[in-house]
């Protein structure tokens, strides 16, 4: 819809996206899978995130692709292990700028310019930029995109800040990997619903939604910040500078996540998430108030005691 695409258009150049070539999906896997077929074939590597989203592990798996994880602390990927990571058999790169999820690590600008700078010598890798929370992050969106490499998109996912039924995501890119997109597309769906595209745009383009976004981004980093605060009073470490997510390392996963449980409180283990990376289990904190954080923490603090599950 020539309307979204307009508005979409607007977004990523303010977010010093280049968008010449923009296109619609059915929400941010869709695109990322659509983007690999079109870049790899089996066997190759597609470099990820470690620890990361599990459906990123599950969607590289399913297309015949070997995930190849890649170290990050609070500023996302680290340059050195990108390029120890960048072998010949490596295709593609899935960077998740802000709120990367587990561990809410939200990219600097003095990081981006060092992962664009090693990026820039595999013109061969397609480069895909996922921004899964936008407005809502609570951080300023940086990209790997300026300047663009050879073959890259960012992808913006509409479902975690207007609602997880809209399955839509906005795609910029190069002109190529857009048009093979497109024309992938109309070979099957063909089309990205357009009563969805309208209220995606209804939606995202009400003058009073900024407001909302920002409000939103507000209350997500309190809540975030105040388990942070919580844990800390027991001395116990959490992750999380953006996004809905706490990330705290542990030594034992599944002793730590039945302990809580007995407590009441429902935790993912970290072992779906990660590769390489140390034990952890993740803390959504969207919906969790400060009260609540405070008893969480004591809870936690009372099952590391228990179970012996110490921090690691």
């Not at 066997?43 to 969607?59: H, K, S």
């Not at 590289?60 to 960048?86: F, K, M, N, Y």
């Not at 960012?154 to 190069?174: E, H, N, Q």
């Not at 809905?244 to 030594?251: A, D, E, F, G, S």
Request: net charge positive.
């Amino acid at each position: 819809m020539r309307s979204l695409i307009a508005f979409a258009t607007a977004e990523f150049e303010a977010d010093g996206i280049p968008a010449a070539a923009v296109t619609v999906t059915s929400g941010a896997l869709d695109a990322t899978e659509r983007v690999l077929r079109e870049h790899t074939r089996a066997g190759d590597r597609v470099i990820v995130e470690d620890p990361t989203l599990p459906a990123f592990l599950d969607l590289v798996a399913s297309l015949g692709l070997t995930p190849q994880p890649c170290a990050i602390d609070h500023e996302g990927l680290l340059p050195d292990a990108l390029d120890r990571a960048l072998s010949p058999q490596a295709r593609g790169v899935i960077v998740t700028p802000r709120a990367q999820n587990p561990t809410g690590a939200t990219m600097s600008t003095r990081r981006a310019g060092d992962l664009a700078r090693v990026l820039r010598r595999r013109p061969r890798v397609v480069l895909i930029e996922i921004d899964p929370v936008g407005p809502v992050s609570g951080s300023p969106m940086v990209t790997l995109t300026d300047p663009p490499p050879e073959h890259w998109v960012s992808i913006k996912s509409t479902s975690k800040f207007l609602g997880p039924d809209l399955r839509v995501a906005v795609v910029a890119g190069d002109a190529t990997t857009i048009a093979r997109v497109e024309r992938r597309q109309s070979l099957g769906v063909r089309w990205v619903s357009h009563l969805l595209q309208r209220l995606t745009l209804t939606l995202w383009s009400d003058p009073s939604s900024g407001r909302r976004f920002a409000r939103a981004a507000d209350v997500y980093a309190q809540r975030r910040q105040a388990l942070i605060d919580a844990l800390a009073t027991y001395n116990i470490t959490g992750h999380g500078r953006s996004g809905l997510n706490v990330w705290i390392p542990v030594r034992e996963e599944t002793a730590t996540v039945q302990a809580l449980a007995e407590s009441g409180w429902g935790v993912a283990a970290g072992e779906r998430f990660r590769l390489r990376s140390v034990p952890a289990i993740r803390v959504t904190t969207s919906a969790l108030v400060p009260d609540e954080a405070q008893r969480f923490a004591a809870d936690f603090a009372a099952a590391l005691r228990s179970r012996a599950a110490a921090p690691a």
